[in-house]
């Protein structure tokens, strides 16, 4: 999600800015919004080094009770229902990419304070137990090597521990490829990869397993839903490989869940009107999107957008924005 996080840095020094000369002020004053918000992962620190997706617990916490106090939190089916209160911002969380730290930090809080959620998990990893995103921010990051070679192209390591060819990283090529050429990627780092300190990043990369995920769905606070098998970017691959990612992220989470699964969150929010009414005609009523493609798109029943909490905002800041409803 490398562009989201360029786009969450425009602008930010203006806006603590003037959220500093009494803007927040303003925006935090009661008024009436809808707001899903969109998690990723939860650490013990936010950490920020390897990528935008971490907020940590004592932040998550603080978060939740903060909601909660002030706000009216409702589960996605009253989201859906539009069941609302006046003038307050209404809430529903949902989570994205199915990390075990989702379950052993965010769930034990979700517990404590009553709030429902919704968990999308990505579920195929081929004996790798991780995405492949988060195997190439970390392996970038500690990786002694400088230059590789993927497809015949050479990528060189920038300040920002991003490999690039052409000005394109390796991480933007590889959401462009199907799962197989991407597999290609963790041969070539291999080596880096076990050399890691495993300890220190499992919080990171570890994704949940069946039990935990059968735990979720029989959870009476919480739903699972499909997020793709292999975390594709559903319009860049063949329009049949993307209906395969859909189709078997849906089996395979019912065969774990033992229940029908009908929410699927498209991988990095991309979708298009073929694999949304896809999803539609195999059973699945709700999907959970980003940002809408266009305006029409906001009318569509099954379609939702999510506002993406930001790791690099203070707290008083995130809160801002997410009375605003938007970072712009
Ligand atoms: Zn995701």
Redesign the pocket.
Known sequence: MFWIRIKYRLGLFYKTVLFKLGFGKILLKNRYGERLLLF?GIDTKGDTRYNSRFISKLFFEALIKHIVTHYNVVSLDDYYLKKFKKDTLNIALTF??GYLNNYTYAVPILEKYKVPACFYI?TVHENTPYLWTDFIDLVSYYTKKEKVVFKGDLYEKNAKNEFICHGVSLKNVAKRMPYKSIKLIYKIFENDWKNLPPKHHETYWRLMNAEQIRYIANHPLFTIGA?GET?ASLIDIPLEAAKHEISNSKKQLETICRQPITEFAF??GFYNHEIANYCEEIGFERLLLVDYNTKEDTKKQAFKNRFVMNPYLSFELQLAYLLKGSYF
């Open positions: 990723h994205d990419d990505t997020h975390h991988p990095f």
